[in-house]
């Protein structure tokens, strides 16, 4: 008996092919009982909604790379990175006057313990951030 999917010769007894595994009865019974799932790398299923998510964890990864490494963002990808912190130091102000004397006394808590310290946290904070983010892209992707 030969495999109707990928024509392998088998015994006439089998019920599935011994290359491909696809049933040989060619009965209606069987052929709905079968299912096939191919992945042959990590993104071959990624659709077009999962690049945002993955384009974001990889922004901020790079972003908390660069700052343990203790490098200015703004030398590396130029007047952009000068402009991102002007806004982040910005939204910072307008959120610790948001929170009141909350965001004053973390601002003096880090202040206190040292800018490079608190970079370094903020830099492994925002690598782990990036990869939860690509992880989960990439699962909820793998649900489908």
Not at 21 to 38: I, M, Q, V
Not at 110 to 133: K, N, Y
């Amino acid at each position: 008996m030969f495999c109707p999917k990928c024509g392998a010769e088998n015994e006439d007894e089998a019920v599935f092919c011994a290359k491909c595994g696809a049933p040989l009865d060619d009965s209606t019974e069987s052929r709905g009982n079968y299912y096939e799932r191919r992945v042959t790398s990590a993104l071959s299923g990624t659709s077009s909604s999962a690049i945002p998510g993955l384009v974001i964890g990889a922004i901020v990864i790079f972003i908390g790379i660069t700052l343990s490494l203790g490098r200015d963002i703004g030398q590396i990808i130029g007047s952009w990175g000068s402009n991102f912190g002007d806004f982040m130091g910005n939204w910072g102000s307008n959120f610790g006057e948001f929170m009141g004397s909350w965001g004053e006394n973390m601002g003096q808590f880090f202040a206190d313990w040292g800018t490079s310290v608190g970079i370094r946290f903020g830099a492994m904070i925002a690598i782990i951030i990036g990869l939860a983010i690509i992880a989960s892209t990439l699962s909820a992707q793998n649900r489908r």
